[in-house]
Structures are given as structure tokens and as C-alpha cells.
């Protein structure tokens, strides 16, 4: 699953490839998972120009001249192409032609992608966000019970992180996956405020670097701790994985649990 840093880069590059492009015609093949239908799609987008895509946790967002937005998400195996009109991707969920002649398309052979016109705005602060520092971690994890993982894993806590980054930045802050929120100290919040952005912004860059033109998947490889061909972290100690709600964690004892 595409996670923050995959999907920042996922805006960069459309944003570079569609801003200013006119919106010539919309194809909802799938309309299970859309908040809207096809015709109400072309009634708002169409002949518009795309003037902005960017991220906002897990979420890709396609700002229009009128202030439409159209709001993508591609869940655990959704896919997005860049294509000639007459390519038909499968597993094709949502098409959005440009008067380039080129489509946007969204693709999910487990048809899970989510399509929102119009999404109300979220009060939950993005791990990137200027807000998501020390003292809002703080004052979320005093009032946790839940190992430090799941809290950070929540949506409903923090937008943007998933399993991966994670466990890269719970390993960079030394704080174990499992210890107990709200009895993790200041000075290890700290650590950890630091660690989300750090992390986050390190991976957006590994990225970038190994694949400039990006658009979807994902790219793991760099990975120091949630990686299956790694034994040991780049501090010497052994990588041990696990199973945690049915995601697998990769952490060492290099970190510290508080209980």
C-alpha cells in the first residue's frame, strides 16, 4: 500500500504532469466506492483546468479552477496511470480525459479505491503538518492506553502514517512498537515528533531519487527496519519481526519499551 512519502511524490509528479490541463470528459466505470455519480462528476469537472494536486494523509486531492476537488484514495492495491486516450487499463475504476489527449486513470482489481467529490475538510492533523509537533503528541498520548503503533497507525489520531513508516519511525526515535502510550516520557515524545518528520521527509527524497517519474506503487527497498532482506539495522541490532493486528512489525531491541 502506497503510504505518506509515496504519495507526496504521487503529487509532485501529477502536478507537474496535469497542472493546467483541461478536463475533456469523465468515465465512472465503478460507482460503488464513489460519493458520486458519473454524470455528476462530468457535471462538475468537466471543461474545467486542474490547477493543483496535492497530499493530504493517505489521500491524493485534485484541486480544479472553480474549487471542485476530487479526492482519491487507492487503498491497500489501487493504481493510478498516465496514459494515451486509447489505452484501457484493467481493473479501470475511473477515467478523467484531458484535452491533451492523455487520461488520468485509477485502477483497483480489488475495486476498494475510493472516489470523493467535493470531501469535507478533516480536523485531524496531517504527520506533516506544522501542529503535529511535541506538545500535540503530548496531549494525544496522555490520554492512550494503546501500544505507541496502533496510535500512530490511527487515522483518526494522525493522517499520513502507515505500517512501514511506522516501524522506520519508532526504530529512528528508539521507542519500542509496544510500549504504552501514555507511559512514554517527554523526552521520548520528543524523539518521536522529531522522528515523524524526519523519516517522512528522508523517504520522500529516496524516492524521488529512485524513481524520478513516479506515479504509483511503492518503493521499499531503502527501508533500514521495515525490511524483509535486512538481519540487522544500521546501529548493529537484529531486526526481529512480528505480527501486530495483522500487520507485520519489524522492530529491534535497540528500543525502549515503557510500560
Not at 69 to 81: A, E, F, P, S, V
Not at 125 to 130: H, L, Q
Not at 135 to 154: G, P, R, Y
Request: proline share 5%; charged share 30%.
Amino acid at each position: 500500500m502506497p503510504e505518506l512519502p509515496d504519495l507526496q511524490v504521487f503529487s509532485i509528479n501529477l502536478q507537474k504532469k496535469l497542472h493546467n490541463k483541461a478536463v475533456k470528459d469523465v468515465n465512472l466505470v465503478l460507482d460503488k466506492k464513489s460519493n458520486a455519480s458519473e454524470a455528476e462528476l462530468r457535471k462538475s469537472l468537466l471543461k474545467q483546468t486542474l490547477i493543483e494536486v496535492y497530499r493530504e494523509g493517505k489521500e491524493l486531492y485534485f484541486k480544479f479552477r472553480k474549487d471542485d476537488i476530487l479526492r482519491l484514495h487507492l487503498m491497500l492495491k489501487g493504481k493510478l496511470y498516465l496514459v494515451p486516450e486509447d489505452e484501457k487499463p484493467k481493473h479501470t475504476i475511473l477515467e478523467i480525459l484531458f484535452n491533451d489527449d492523455h487520461k488520468l486513470v485509477l485502477t483497483d482489481f480489488q475495486k476498494a479505491a475510493t472516489i470523493t467529490l467535493n470531501p469535507e475538510p478533516s480536523d485531524v492533523p496531517d504527520a506533516m503538518a506544522d501542529e503535529m509537533d511535541a506538545d500535540f503528541l503530548k496531549d494525544l498520548l496522555k490520554k492512550k492506553k494503546a501500544i505507541i503503533k496502533n496510535v500512530l497507525l490511527d487515522q483518526h489520531n494522525i493522517r499520513g502514517i502507515g505500517n512501514a513508516y511506522a516501524d522506520e519511525i519508532l526504530w529512528d526515535a528508539r521507542i519500542s512498537p509496544f510500549a504504552v502510550s501514555n507511559k512514554i516520557p517527554d523526552a521520548a515524545i520528543k524523539r518521536l515528533a522529531k522522528s515523524i518528520k524526519s523519516v517522512l521527509k528522508d523517504a520522500q527524497k529516496q524516492i524521488l531519487k529512485k524513481d524520478p517519474d513516479i506515479i504509483s506503487g511503492e518503493v521499499r527497498d531503502f527501508l533500514p527496519i521495515h525490511n524483509s532482506k535486512k538481519t540487522h539495522s544500521p546501529t548493529g541490532g537484529e531486526i526481529i519481526s512480528t505480527t501486530v493486528n495483522a500487520r507485520v512489525t519489524y522492530y529491534t531491541e535497540e528500543q525502549e519499551l515503557f510500560e
